[in-house]
């Protein structure tokens, strides 16, 4: 049975709230939901991501080595159509966005494949943006 897919909510630390607000409004196009001055809610694709003010800096999550990159293990992201991932890659590109992954390719020919990137906000969260070759295959094993 297919169940109705809801929008998720999603809270991560940061360090700067107006430095925050602008990245996520300015650099993914985020409108802003409700908001104190200790957290942020954001229009995440459609989802709901609370960004809240924390004063010490967290530690560096592990990376898991996959597809021939390291993948940091502490992420989030939304998985995108084709077309919104790449207008998107060629919109980060045109501001200058600096990659933790560069746009690629993963799996390649593989029943998984995927086109992928992952960037960092100002408090180090890291975000993937991807985009199945097959929106089928997303949940496959």
Known sequence: MKTKIRPF???FPIYD???TTEWYVDILNC?????????????FFGH??????????????????????????RHFGIVME?????????????KKIKFIIEPNIRFKGEKGEQAT??????S??????KAFKNDQMIFEN
């Open 124 to 129: 180090g969260n890291v975000l993937e943006f």
């Open 17 to 19: 709230i107006n430095e």
């Open 117 to 122: 990137f992952f960037i960092e906000d100002p």
């Open 82 to 94: 084709m077309k919104e991932w790449k207008n998107l890659t060629d919109r980060l590109n045109r």
């Open 31 to 43: 409108s802003i939901g409700r908001q104190s001055r200790l957290w942020v809610d954001f229009d």
């Open 9 to 11: 909510h999603l809270a």
């Open 48 to 73: 709901q991501i609370s960004a809240h003010k924390i004063g010490e800096k967290l530690i560096d999550s592990e990376t898991n080595h996959v597809d021939g990159h390291n993948v940091p293990s």
